[in-house]
Each structure stands twice: as structure tokens, then as C-alpha cells.
């Protein structure tokens, strides 16, 4: 994901190989460097959110 997006977590359907998949249908990049941190604060909200 480049600096330049800002997404709400609640949007985020899926993480498909290195690529978010949004509410909309979506996909949006995500850079190698970023995805297990990414993957770990998703991971952290769904757990919250559905328990």
C-alpha cells in the first residue's frame, strides 16, 4: 500500500496475496514491507470487532 491511501479498516474484506480488497470491490496494492504489519492491525480490528 503506497503512503498515499488512507483506508478504514471496517472496508477491508480481504487480503489476497499482496492486495486489499475493499467493500467496493477495490484492490488496492499493498508493498511487501507493509503487509505483515498490515495483516497483524487487521487481524487485531476483526478479532475486536466480531470476537
Known amino acids: ?3 498515499g491511501y ?3 479498516l471496517y472496508h477491508v474484506k480481504q ?3 499482496n492486495q ?3 467493500s467496493t470491490g477495490q ?3 499493498i508493498g511487501e514491507r ?3 504489519q498490515l495483516k497483524h ?3 487485531e480490528y476483526w478479532q475486536s470487532r466480531y470476537g
Do not use: P
Request: charge should be positive.
Open 41 to 43: 492491525r487487521i487481524m
Open 1 to 3: 500500500m503506497d503512503r
Open 15 to 17: 487480503i489476497k496475496d
Open 34 to 36: 507493509r503487509l505483515a
Open 20 to 22: 486489499m480488497v475493499l
Open 6 to 8: 488512507l483506508c478504514n
Open 27 to 29: 484492490q488496492l496494492y
